[in-house]
Structures are given as C-alpha cells and as structure tokens.
C-alpha cells in the first residue's frame, strides 16, 4: 500500500509541474520575424572591420590568413527583404570571432536593433554558434529591451546569398516571446 501511496504523490507531483509550465508559457506572447542581415567584409560600404587579429594558429578551413582568435566588430544593416535595397528595418550590432582552431566556426554576440515596424525602439541580444558551413545555425535570443524586454527563444540563422565575394546576406528567423502581461508590449 505504501508504494501506491508514493505513486500517488509522484503523479500529483508531476501534473502540477506541468501545470505550472502550462500558466507560465500562457503568459507570455510569440514573437516571430524574419529580417536579412547584410555582412559586408570589405570595399567602401564595409560593415565588418577586423578587431582583433588572433595570435592562435592558422585556421585551414577558413579564407587564407585566418587565424583562431580573429575577432570582427559588425554594424550590419538589417532589411526587410533579401536585397540590400529592401526597406531597412534596423542594424545588427556587436561582434564575431572565430572560436574553432580546424573548424569555420565563429561565436556571435550580437543586438538587433529595430529602427522599424511594430517593434521599432527595440533591442533582441542574440548569442551562439555560426558553424559557417551548416545549412541553418540556431543561436539564442537572451534578452531584449523595450517592447522586447526579457524576451527569449532562437534564431534560425542561414547565408542566404553571397552577392559578392565580400557581402554575405544572411536570414535570421527569430523565434522568441516576450511575457504577455507586460503593457508596453505591442500586439502583432
């Protein structure tokens, strides 16, 4: 009888645990969009300039002279459309460094910031991992401000074209949500 009883208390247990998960993800409100991100290496229109050189070995899987430390610093334009001619909806601002001494893998810590649209004003702090080669890379959404304050989720990240050898477009499709009782929110 006393092993039902534990049973018992193990089932309450857990089916108050997922009703809490249940209220908890009620309050809060989906946030998706889908922007292109325009990453321009080199030229006059340049968005990502070297920071830092690394002092690691060369990378070999990477462009000739890449070296495991590389650090970029990024003030990318983000469009509404994949052409960098589509309305501009904001930057994408932070770095990149190249974190892999075999692989081109890169780490991202990031801000979008949103200068358009129902979220203008607001800022997504993006973080992760750009294994470069991977079709899609999902990297984390671990905060916001504004209409985005405490938001959280992915971002599912991919080149989407090369328009040169130094443009890269990439698409990010954010996935996250922000806590519904929060008033400055705005509807979409």
């Known amino acids: 009888m006393g092993s039902r009883s534990s049973v018992a208390k193990q089932q309450l247990v857990l089916i108050a645990a997922a009703l ?18 325009h990453d321009i290496t080199g030229g006059p229109g340049r ?16 462009p ?8 970029t610093a990024i003030d990318d334009l983000l469009t509404e459309g994949l052409g ?21 893998v890169l780490v991202v810590s990031m801000t979008v910031v949103l200068t358009a649209g129902p979220y203008n004003g607001s800022v997504l702090v ?15 959404v671990v905060g916001g401000t504004g209409q985005l304050r405490r ?6 990240w991919r080149t989407a074209r090369l328009e040169s ?21 705005a509807t979409q």
């Open 165 to 185: 050898a130094v443009h890269w477009v990439l698409e990010l499709d954010v996935h996250a949500s922000v806590p519904a009782d929060d008033t400055r929110v």
């Open 47 to 62: 968005t990502a300039v070297p920071l830092v050189n690394g002092t690691g070995p060369l990378n070999p899987s990477m």
């Open 84 to 104: 960098v001619e589509s309305e501009p909806v904001g930057r994408a601002q932070g770095t990149y460094m190249l974190a892999s001494l075999r692989e081109p």
């Open 126 to 140: 993006v973080a992760g991992r750009d294994s470069v080669l991977d079709e899609t890379r999902e990297l984390a």
């Open 64 to 71: 000739a002279g890449s070296r495991f430390g590389d650090t």
């Open 151 to 156: 938001a959280s989720g992915h971002v599912l």
């Open 20 to 37: 809490v998960l249940a209220v908890a993800s009620a309050r809060r409100r989906p946030v998706h969009l889908r922007l292109y991100m």
